[in-house]
T-cell receptor, first 115, second 113 residues
Framework: DGGITQSPKYLFRKEGQNVTLSCEQNLNHDAMYWYRQDPGQGLRLIYYSQIVNDFQKGDIAEGYSVSREKKESFPLTVTSAQKNPTAFYLC??????????????FGSGTQLSVL | QKEVEQNSGPLSVPEGAIASLNCTYSDRGSQSFFWYRQYSGKSPELIMSIYSNGDKEDGRFTAQLNKASQYVSLLIRDSQPSDSATYLCAVNIGDSSASKIIFGSGTRLSIRP
């Protein structure tokens, strides 16, 4: 089945530690996104990528880093510079060819907590 | 000014009534608009997409778009308890070379029996 897979489902970070969240899609989508969601809030854009080896900062990129070495994969690293990382992280992907194909497909999310 | 704005709610509507959710956006060049439903602890799921001015109906859901007023809404007819969720408005902002999908803060909807 085609889809978008995030792992792990739950992740705990110690102070000063970098952690990486995985996101893989087999939908042949060009665009991939990372969003952060705090309790009772909407989704805020961290980073997005439209093609391999290229990505742009979203509204809250500080303390995060990404890579896009393969079309299928868009891992997110939460660095020690991110002082308040506890949140629900959602990865999404979409086509870019035409406006009617822009709908986002979401992974099941990763809940990150600080120990 | 936020790029996409919604009332956070909660919005309480009696079962069987019409629920009306509203969203405004700042980028006049935006062409694509979406409504997502999100249950607690789950990923958002697409309810409606709309690209042209006017109304678009799908079952109990109707999306309305007014680009001149930079306003998009979602109507839910015959509201059911299963409609209780957070509804997220999303807008594609930017040009084709660097467009991004931005979400509002969401409106929490509660359908009371």
């Amino acid at each position: 089945d085609g889809g978008i897979t995030q792992s792990p489902k739950y992740l705990f970070r110690k102070e000063g530690q970098n952690v990486t969240l995985s996101c893989e899609q087999n939908l042949n989508h060009d665009a991939m996104y990372w969003y952060r969601q705090d309790p009772g809030q909407g989704l805020r854009l961290i980073y997005y990528s439209q093609i391999v080896n290229d990505f742009q900062k979203g509204d809250i990129a500080e303390g995060y880093s990404v890579s896009r070495e393969k079309k299928e994969s868009f891992p997110l690293t939460v660095t020690s510079a991110q002082k308040n990382p506890t949140a629900f992280y959602l990865c999404a992907s979409s086509h870019l060819e035409a406006s009617t194909n822009e709908k986002l497909f979401f992974g099941s999310g990763t809940q990150l907590s600080v120990l | 000014q936020k790029e996409v704005e919604q009332n956070s709610g909660p919005l309480s509507v009696p079962e069987g009534a019409i629920a009306s959710l509203n969203c405004t956006y700042s980028d006049r060049g935006s062409q694509s608009f979406f409504w997502y439903r999100q249950y607690s602890g789950k990923s958002p799921e697409l309810i409606m997409s709309i690209y042209s001015n006017g109304d678009k109906e799908d079952g109990r859901f109707t999306a309305q778009l007014n680009k001149a007023s930079q306003y998009v809404s979602l109507l839910i007819r015959d509201s059911q308890p299963s409609d209780s969720a957070t509804y997220l408005c999303a807008v594609n902002i930017g040009d084709s070379s660097a467009s991004k999908i931005i979400f509002g803060s969401g409106t929490r909807l509660s359908i009371r029996p």
